[in-house]
């Protein structure tokens, strides 16, 4: 079974902090994907990697950075939290087309 | 520009019937698609793909379809059962592999009625 783990499922941070949110994948997937769902909006995507080190911009990424030093863990950084980035973030993985997802980070940005 | 959409925001459908959930889509560079399921504060679990070589493909009670000159799929879910009732994503990739991410449509929320 493949499992994606996220470090935090709920989470309260103040305007202008750094809020890490990490993810891990146990299944040596190549691809990792970072994105957001907030209400009739659906899932948008925010940043992606295809190998260590690489880092692609996905549809939404002002106000987001990732990192990748090793395959299986991906971290989205929010430089300085606020309030409009309050939302549920969601971390997949793949290695086809089929995406595995973590069960998400309930980010609220006061 | 909205690439994939689901324009019913909601569904509801009685126990033990057949649930149809439909997406369409613009972008005719998408050749795979996808359907997950998503519950409140969980994150969303893949149900089942299609590629557009094909037409169709079945999983037990889920069953996709896909037309490719009407760039529309939809997901029939027969019979319809109470933990059925979840928001039901439709997701397309345009690039072989996925690596690029997938494109969701903003979601239908099915209820399944006892």
């Known amino acids: 079974d493949v499992k994606v783990t996220q470090s935090s499922r709920y989470l309260v941070k103040r305007t202008g902090e750094k809020v890490f949110l990490e993810c891990v994948q146990d299944m040596d997937h190549e691809n990792m994907f970072w994105y957001r769902q907030d209400p009739g909006l659906g899932l948008r995507l925010i940043y992606f990697?295809?190998?260590?080190?690489?880092?692609e911009k996905g549809d939404i990424p002002e106000g987001y950075s990732v990192s990748r030093e090793k395959k299986e863990r991906f971290s989205l950084i929010l430089e300085s939290a606020s309030t409009n980035q309050t939302s549920m973030y969601l971390c997949a993985s793949s290695i086809q087309e089929t995406q595995y997802f973590g069960p998400g980070t309930r980010l609220l940005v006061l | 520009d909205q690439q994939v959409k689901q324009n019913s925001p909601s569904l509801s459908v009685q126990e033990g019937r057949i649930s149809i959930l439909n997406c369409d889509y613009t972008n005719s560079m998408f050749d795979y698609f996808l359907w997950y399921k998503k519950y409140p504060a969980e994150g969303p679990t893949f149900l089942i793909s299609i590629s557009s070589i094909k037409d169709k493909n079945e999983d037990g009670r889920f069953t996709v379809f896909l037309n490719k000159s009407a760039k529309h799929l939809s997901l029939h879910i027969v019979p319809s059962q109470p933990g059925d009732s979840a928001v039901y994503f439709c997701?397309?990739?345009?690039?072989?592999?996925?690596?690029?991410?997938?494109?969701f449509g903003k979601g239908t929320h099915l209820i399944i009625q006892p």
């Open positions: 997701a397309a990739s345009a690039l072989a592999g996925g690596a690029d991410g997938l494109t």
């Open positions: 990697s295809y190998d260590v080190k690489m880092k």
